[in-house]
């Protein structure tokens, strides 16, 4: 339950990061955008200054910022959420994600699939935003490193765990 605690505020964040031209790390709005309501619009940035809603702004990140290959897991996603769930997605997509976040945060529900929907999520969006290259130095490095320490007999700590009895 701790973690659905953290990957709602890390996925309002990491979205805040992304689509820093419309919106601030704060919420407040810097360039106008819309989101579809049902049989309305809400004009942020005109008939609303800050953005505190996450799954609206993922509704932002969807439509402004996520490469075309990314929006079609995020579509994956929502449909699977409805078939497991049950639920809504709503006009913007991603209704769903806003009464998540109201119902764990208010305490009325709690169910732990929802925390490992939510980190696949945030993971989703993680890979697809670093850079391929980037993402192999990183790899090689971390491969180096294990084979140095194999090599020089360095045991690292998660070979006690489990423990042998």
């Not at 031209?21 to 360039?31: A, L, S």
Request: charged share 25%; net charge positive; glycine share 6%.
């Amino acid at each position: 339950m701790i973690f659905a605690h953290l990957a709602f505020p890390f996925l309002e964040r990491m979205l805040k990061i992304l689509c820093e031209d419309h919106v601030d790390v704060d919420g407040t709005v810097r360039k106008q955008f819309e989101v579809p309501l049902g049989n309305r619009v809400i004009e942020y940035g005109k008939d609303c200054k800050r953005m505190n809603r996450v799954g609206r702004l993922l509704y932002l990140f969807y439509k402004e910022y996520a490469s075309t290959n990314l929006k079609k897991y995020l579509e994956e996603l929502c449909n699977l959420c409805r078939e497991v769930y049950g639920v809504d997605k709503g006009a913007y997509m991603f209704k769903f994600i806003d009464e998540w976040r109201n119902t764990l945060i208010h305490g009325e529900k709690f169910w732990p699939t929802m925390n490992a929907a939510i980190i696949n999520l945030v993971t989703l969006i993680l890979l697809h935003e670093v850079p391929y290259d980037k993402y192999f130095r990183a790899r090689e490095h971390m491969l180096r490193n294990i084979q140095f320490w194999g090599n020089e007999g360095i045991r690292t700590p998660w070979v006690f765990y489990p423990p042998k009895l």
